[in-house]
DNA sequence: TTGAAAGCGTTACCAA
DNA sequence: TTGGTAACGCTTTCAA
């Protein structure tokens, strides 16, 4: 019936027109309303308000041979810690009129292929990829285009990376095990493919025996679910060992929360009857009993990833950012006072 | 020195030339191979390997007059729900080759308005706007541009709606405590102010003494913080109560995981001391030990969100729709042998 | 099957 | 201070 076909939207003409002056006067009312005069900008304003004139986007971005995006490569969004972090990127690339584009690659090489003609067909200015080991897919980036890695390699002469100290995180909290008397502490491992949860294992393999003098058992270190749910794999495989651990460090908060839970529900008191640490430190109020935890300076992280793309200062060369972290200190460890056995 | 500044992309042109034909074979061999003949195709698309020229997608869109793409306003990245729902809608979109815009609006009008704006300037297909109420900012959308709101307002004549059915969530869950023969059922409501959470809470006010008859205690339902941390809060608040209750109904999965921490920290059995329930129904490894909770089919919603907006065939008229949700049964619930008092 | 030319909506240059 | 014109890189129509 009156079904009106939806109107095309304005253009600097039809706005021209109606104020009387030239498309390029327009323009510069929007651009440089400096260089026109009072009249004329009065008027122009008034017929871009009236009509709710909203310049073209994709115009510009074709004159100006960019849109001003940067992309996020991230595996998996409901990671909480990627989650705050992406976050906190949104938040730069917004301030600093970036258009932040999210590639959700699910591990799928061929979707992060995709993602990446996209970029590359919208000149991205850059992408930060999230614990993913940039592979020869991104061989053939355009020579303008920034890549910067989290936590993935350290060594490339091709682009940048950003990574936690998880060396010193992990060290910190043995440190503070250790000055609790604590010497049987294991490492509950994550089993999904982060390179971070790599490094932190690498991180306590390294120290257990050489720098705290512990001693070193094999079967101190096993893999588990990434998830709140393998705290009960964990309490069971490390409880049941001839010797058990007094502590245990878990790959990241999830899992500390989820060995929290299940070693309260089979009876075990937190930290009397054991020691237990997350990392990640998403935020203080995480967890009942607080979480002793290391924290990740994840502003300082997001800012460094931000940069090494979009500032000329930093962009122009490759960098290999450690960031510091940070322990805290929560209710989850206490003196090793017994030794406690599951039945 | 040798320092090459950044070569511009190649364009039609240059392929055309390299490869002896005029620009509109080359667009030509990439969107209609088919109306080319072999020997120029090949040619062409060797050029094009070689060089790895990638059409600009500013071009197209301005010539197209789409970015073909969606925005999703939310307000908070780190709840774990909207965290899953927003992944949904980055696949939909990526498989319908849409480019999805996260607008992370952090409550702030401003940054809500800037948004807005560039969505406009890029001829966005339409908004998500997950819990939040579209205010008056968007009075002036173009007509081409949909508006779809979950968990938002259901009554509106100018926008669509998607909305889980948080009643008859809540109704389950009381449905299988009275079930277990629980009469006490306390609601520990989320102070955020995310509009899910206060339909669940009128949900739970109706039902109690409505539906299942029980007796009406205005100190049955309080605020509480939406988090983990709130656990300990809750417990004192209700375990301290005159009459305790037997069982207590968390907004979200979150503030439940807390209670059920706290309670077992402090030495509550869960269930037989008390009940606990949830709502989201992350997914399956979410806790230990597993929570009743309700699960709401975020693959449903994000379709409907996704269609709502793209889909010509539903985005041409306002609907409101409401998606069952579903009770799963977990181990945080049982019946209510005992009545429990804290000291 | 191929090529020439116009046009998408904007901005920038230069002339008035 | 203002307006005409060309250009951004692509696709599409139309003519060859």
Redesign the pocket.
């Known amino acids: 019936m009156d079904q009106q076909k939806p109107k095309?939207?304005l253009?600097?003409?039809e706005i021209a027109k109606l104020a009387?002056?030239?498309?390029?006067?327009?323009?510069?009312v929007?651009?440089y309303p400096e260089?026109?005069?009072d009249?004329?900008?009065e008027r122009v304003n008034r017929i871009i308000e009236e009509y709710h004139y909203v310049?073209?986007q994709m115009?510009?971005n074709?004159?100006s041979?960019s849109s001003n995006s940067l992309a996020v490569f991230i595996n998996n969004l409901t990671n909480p810690f990627y989650a705050l972090l992406l976050q906190e990127l949104g938040q730069l690339a917004f301030q600093e009129q970036y258009n932040l584009l999210i590639c959700n690659t699910q591990h799928n090489r061929n979707q992060e292929q995709d993602y990446l003609s996209y970029c590359q067909s919208v000149r991205t200015k850059g992408i930060i990829s999230i614990d993913n080991h940039p592979t020869n897919i991104y061989g053939n980036l355009h020579s303008s285009m920034k890549l910067v890695s989290l936590d993935g390699k350290v060594d490339s002469v091709h682009y940048s990376s950003v990574t936690s100290n998880h060396y010193q995180g992990i060290n910190m909290l043995m440190n503070h095990l250790v000055d609790l008397g604590h010497r049987k502490i294991a490492y509950a491992a994550d089993n999904s493919n982060l390179h971070a949860g790599k490094l932190r294992r690498q991180a306590y393999q390294q120290l257990v025996g050489w720098h705290h003098n512990l001693p070193y058992r094999v079967d101190y270190v096993a893999d588990f679910e990434c998830s709140i749910r393998a705290g009960k794999d964990i309490i069971e495989y490390y409880m049941h060992l001839p010797d058990p651990p007094t502590a245990i460090l878990c790959a990241n908060d999830s899992m500390a929360i989820g060995v929290l839970m299940y070693a309260q529900h089979i009876g075990l008191k937190v930290p009397e009857d054991l020691s237990i640490t997350g990392f990640d430190g998403l935020n203080e109020d995480f967890s009942y009993p607080r979480l002793t935890t290391v924290m990740q300076d994840y502003k300082k992280i997001a800012r460094l990833l931000f940069d090494d793309v979009v500032d000329p200062k930093r962009a122009d060369h490759v960098h290999h950012e450690v960031v510091d972290v940070s322990l805290l200190v929560g209710e989850t460890t206490g003196p090793a006072k017994k030794q406690v056995y599951l039945p």
Chains 1, 2 share one sequence.
Not at 20 to 28: I, K
């Open positions: 095309d939207y253009g600097v003409r009387h002056v030239s498309p390029s006067t327009v323009s510069r929007i651009n260089r026109t005069s009249d004329v900008r310049p073209n115009a510009k074709l004159f041979k």
